[in-house]
């Protein structure tokens, strides 16, 4: 069975940086696409990075310029590399990939805590 399981999660100063992965343990067929979300406390789940099996891009404006999102295919991972972090990026993240298999079908990482503070 798929799994997602992200790491990279951690406290990092304001202007710092961290890559957060997303492994999955098996196969997903028929990617539509994968994204990063995060979850501040006492706001609603935001997607701030989403990348297409086509290779697009997309990513919320609050990170834009600051957030890249990537995949490497041969390890079943993909990537989002934070730069230039604030504060306010303080978040629960999670990865997401969402498969055309069976309709639509989503997995989701377990989470990481990210926490950006001096």
């Known amino acids: 069975q798929v799994q997602l399981v992200e790491s990279g999660g951690g406290l990092v100063q304001p202007g710092g940086s961290l890559r957060l992965s997303c492994r999955a343990s098996g196969s997903i067929f028929a990617i539509v696409a994968m994204g990063w979300y995060r979850q501040a406390p006492g706001k609603e789940r935001e997607l701030v990075a989403a990348l297409t099996s086509s290779g697009s891009t997309s990513y919320a404006d609050s990170v834009k310029g600051r957030f890249t999102i990537s995949r490497d295919n041969a390890k079943n991972t993909v990537y989002l590399e934070m730069n230039s972090l604030k504060p306010e990026d303080t978040a629960v993240y999670y990865c997401?990939?969402?498969?055309?298999?069976?309709?639509?079908?989503?997995?989701w990482g377990q989470g990481t805590q990210v926490t950006v503070s001096s």
């Open positions: 997401n990939v969402r498969s055309g298999s069976w309709g639509s079908v989503e997995y």
